[in-house]
Antibody
Framework: EVQLLESGGGLVQPGGSLRLSCAAS????????MSWVRQAPGKGLEWVSS????????DYADSVKGRFTISRDNSKNTLYLQMNSLRAEDTAVYYC??????????????WGQGTLVSVSS | DIQMTQSPSTLSASVGDRVTITCRAS??????LAWYQQKSGKAPKVLIY???TLESGAPSRFSGSGSGTEFTLTISSLQPDDFATYYC?????????FGQGTKLEIK
């Protein structure tokens, strides 16, 4: 059974940093691209970042480019999101999602339960 | 960026109704479209991918159609478990983008 378990969320002041983790199990982690998708309170879904299975290819939404870094440790079956220079508008539930690629890009076939990041003074 | 626009934003319907949600892309995305269902406080679940392929385990009352810029998600006979918010998502090009969501409410 595919499982994704996020951790690392919490309350942080504007300008602060936080690192999210997503522990994966039930599939060959290194064979899949992975992504982070967020959802601000009461709002819709927003893609944040994706990373190829080998970790060599990354993409970011313009809203987080230069502040967030996605990475993975395939030996630990874990995905990360390092978030720096956090802003109030980064407040959201952050989901990690397995990305099933079809041709170049893909859709999100499994999601974690999410971890809440709140940016406030 | 490819903009995805869903209609309606809210839909009121009754158990047993046939309902259709529309998703329009600002440019052609071929059939690189997925539909998700999200219940309150839960993570989204994929229902349909590649515009019309039913995800394994998704009920057969859900179907998708369309290509290019116009797509539909149809629920053939609404069940109590179907009242939720639905999102479309394009995966033709980065950045991935979602529709704003359609909330399906009980009439």
């Amino acid at each position: 059974e595919v499982q994704l378990l996020e951790s690392g969320g919490g309350l942080v002041q504007p300008g602060g940093s936080l690192r999210l983790s997503c522990a994966a199990s039930g599939f060959t982690f290194s064979s899949y691209a992975m992504s982070w998708v967020r959802q601000a309170p009461g709002k819709g879904l927003e893609w944040v970042s994706s990373l190829t299975g080998g970790g060599g290819g990354t993409d970011y939404a313009d809203s987080v480019k230069g502040r967030f870094t996605i990475s993975r440790d395939n030996s630990k079956n874990t995905l990360y999101l390092q978030m720096n220079s956090l802003r109030a508008e980064d407040t959201a539930v952050y989901y990690c999602a397995r990305t099933l690629r079809q041709l170049w890009l893909g859709f999100f076939d499994y999601w974690g339960q999410g971890t809440l990041v709140s940016v406030s003074s | 960026d490819i903009q995805m626009t869903q209609s309606p934003s809210t839909l009121s319907a009754s158990v047993g109704d046939r309902v259709t949600i529309t998703c329009r892309a600002s440019q052609s995305i071929s059939n690189w479209l997925a539909w998700y269902q999200q219940k309150s406080g839960k993570a989204p679940k994929v229902l349909i991918y590649k515009a019309s392929t039913l995800e394994s385990g998704a009920p057969s009352r859900f179907s998708g159609s369309g290509s290019g810029t116009e797509f539909t998600l149809t629920i053939s006979s609404l069940q109590p478990d179907d009242f939720a918010t639905y999102y479309c998502q394009q995966y033709k090009s980065y950045p991935y983008t979602f529709g704003q969501g359609t909330k399906l409410e009980i009439k």
